[in-house]
């Protein structure tokens, strides 16, 4: 990637957000089989947990992609435009996974058997948000002075 820090910064902070949707889709199905949910939830935590998956697979591509193109002479427009669209696909999975966070939540409200599985979801929510966080501060950056 060019030496441009900024961007340096960004990639490596998509990246760790990327691993963090894997290593903790990976957990989620490793201890799935064992919780106890309501009906149809299984269900969603393991198209949530694919999700997880693919956008790990669509963001390290891109950042490949953008690697290539921030070694070329592309105009800086051409990789605002893939830093944004990492950010989307980054940002799309975990308003999926929040839908998955609140539908767990109330059901852990109206039968406490449930909370496990909450607690699991939520937490992986708050690993992959918090590295969310830091790639979409950095992607701000490159837009600063």
């Given at each position: 990637m060019q030496t441009n820090p900024k961007l340096q910064i960004?990639?490596?902070?998509?990246?760790?957000c990327a691993m963090h949707m894997m290593s903790n889709a990976a957990y989620i199905q490793t201890?799935?089989?064992?919780?106890?949910?309501?009906e149809g939830t299984t269900e969603k935590i393991a198209v949530l947990c694919d999700s997880l998956i693919a956008t790990k697979h669509d963001v390290i591509s891109e950042l490949f992609e953008l690697?290539?193109?921030?070694?070329?002479?592309?105009?800086?427009?051409?990789?605002?435009?893939?830093?944004k669209r990492i950010?989307?696909?980054?940002w799309e999975t975990i308003l999926e996974m929040n839908e998955v966070v609140q539908s767990l939540q109330t059901a852990s409200e109206t039968d406490a058997k449930f909370s496990i599985g909450w607690l699991l979801?939520?937490?992986?929510?708050?690993n992959i948000l918090d590295s969310f966080n830091r790639a979409a501060v950095a992607a701000d950056e490159l837009q600063g002075p």
């Open positions: 960004f990639a490596s902070a998509a990246q760790s201890v799935l089989p064992n919780l106890t949910l309501p690697s290539e193109v921030s070694e070329s002479s592309t105009s800086p427009e051409e990789i605002t435009k893939r830093v950010i989307r696909w980054l979801v939520v937490e992986s929510a708050t």
